[in-house]
Every structure is written in structure tokens, then in C-alpha cells.
């Protein structure tokens, strides 16, 4: 029983080395690999596993390592879990820092953003908006609006939303 024991941790700590070092150095030349593997392999993996997506798994990250009210902070939790936990479709700290001096140059009375996913942009755009000036911000998947709205990432410069919702209600598919 002890060798099998042994026989077993050995094999875990290689499945744990494949996942975490092996596999991210081979699929990161190939942006199909890498998509394969963070966005199918690994989250379906990791949903099964803790029977949570990966949106909350983002936001539960938020929400331990955020501080309310503190936008900043928000988006160094989440730039953080990206980088040390799990890929995720934000836009990311460098281009986001290119967002930023682009909503900073042009002042816009009104922002239009689609594609909401968790926030990340929406909270980066608003945080640098006058108090006038709002952000509209669309998102087709429910599932992910609504961690939006769980998780009291909106604030009142910006307005989310949902048109599946809509559909929904409405019973006109979607
Ligand atoms: C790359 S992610 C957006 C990332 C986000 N802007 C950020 O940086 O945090 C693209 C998002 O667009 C949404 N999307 C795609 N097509 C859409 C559509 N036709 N209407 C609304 N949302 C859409 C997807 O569900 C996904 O959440």
C-alpha cells in the first residue's frame, strides 16, 4: 500500500507539472493551441471540478483581493488572477493601459462599449469618467451580466445591458 501510495503522488505532482508548466510553454507559440487548451481543456476541466464558472471564480477573486469602492483595486484583482490563476477575455492590463489614454484624450460625453464579459473594461472606463458622463455597456450572455449585477461591479456612471434578457421576457426566443 505504501509503494501505490507513492505510485500515486508521483503522479499527481506530474499531472500538476504538465498542467501548470508543460502545456502553458508548449501552446504558447500557437494562439489556436493556447485557446484550445485555456478557453476548452482547463475551464471545462475546472468547472467540472468546482462546479462554479470561470466568471465567478473571477469575481469570487474580485471580492476577496478587492476593495469596495476602489476601482484600482478591482482591476489589480483581476489582472492578478489572470496572470497567476487562469487566462480570462479581458482586455488586460497593457492594452488596457492604451484604453486608458485613449478615454483620457478624448473626453467622450457618452461610451458605447460592447462586449461586457465580467467588467474589467467597463470598470477601467468609468473610473476615469467625468461624473456627467456615462458608459453604456452590452452583453449578449446573461451568465455574465448577471455577475456584473451580483457582484456590484456597476456603479451609476455606467448602465449594462442584457438584450438576452429582454428576449427572454419577452418570449421571443434567445
Ligand atoms: C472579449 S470579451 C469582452 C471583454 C471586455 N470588454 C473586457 O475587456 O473586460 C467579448 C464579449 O462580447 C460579448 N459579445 C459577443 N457578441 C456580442 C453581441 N452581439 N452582443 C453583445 N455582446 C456580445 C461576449 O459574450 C463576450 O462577453
Redesign the pocket.
Known amino acids: 500500500p505504501r509503494m501505490s501510495v507513492l505510485t500515486v503522488s508521483v503522479v499527481l505532482v506530474g499531472l500538476y507539472a504538465v498542467c501548470r508548466c508543460m502545456i502553458p510553454w508548449l501552446v504558447q507559440s500557437n494562439s489556436t493551441l493556447a485557446l484550445l487548451w485555456y478557453d476548452f481543456v482547463l475551464e471545462m476541466t475546472l468547472d467540472l471540478l468546482t462546479r462554479t464558472t470561470r466568471p465567478q471564480r473571477l469575481l469570487r477573486a474580485v471580492i476577496i483581493n478587492a476593495v469596495r469602492g476602489d476601482p484600482d483595486s478591482v482591476i489589480r484583482a483581476i489582472d492578478h488572477f489572470c496572470k497567476h490563476t487562469e487566462w480570462a ?3 488586460g492590463d497593457e492594452k488596457g493601459a492604451i484604453l486608458d489614454s485613449v478615454v483620457m484624450e478624448t473626453s467622450p460625453s457618452t461610451v458605447l ?9 467597463a470598470v477601467r472606463i468609468t473610473r476615469l469618467l467625468p461624473p456627467s458622463t456615462r458608459l453604456i455597456t ?4 446573461p451568465d ?1 451580466a448577471c455577475v456584473i449585477i451580483c457582484s456590484e461591479l456597476s456603479s451609476t456612471k455606467m448602465r449594462l445591458i442584457c ?1 438576452t434578457w429582454s428576449l427572454r421576457r419577452s418570449g421571443s426566443g434567445g
Do not use: D, K
Open positions: 477575455m479581458n482586455i462599449e460592447l462586449g461586457t464579459y465580467c467588467g474589467y473594461s452590452v452583453e449578449m450572455n455574465y438584450p
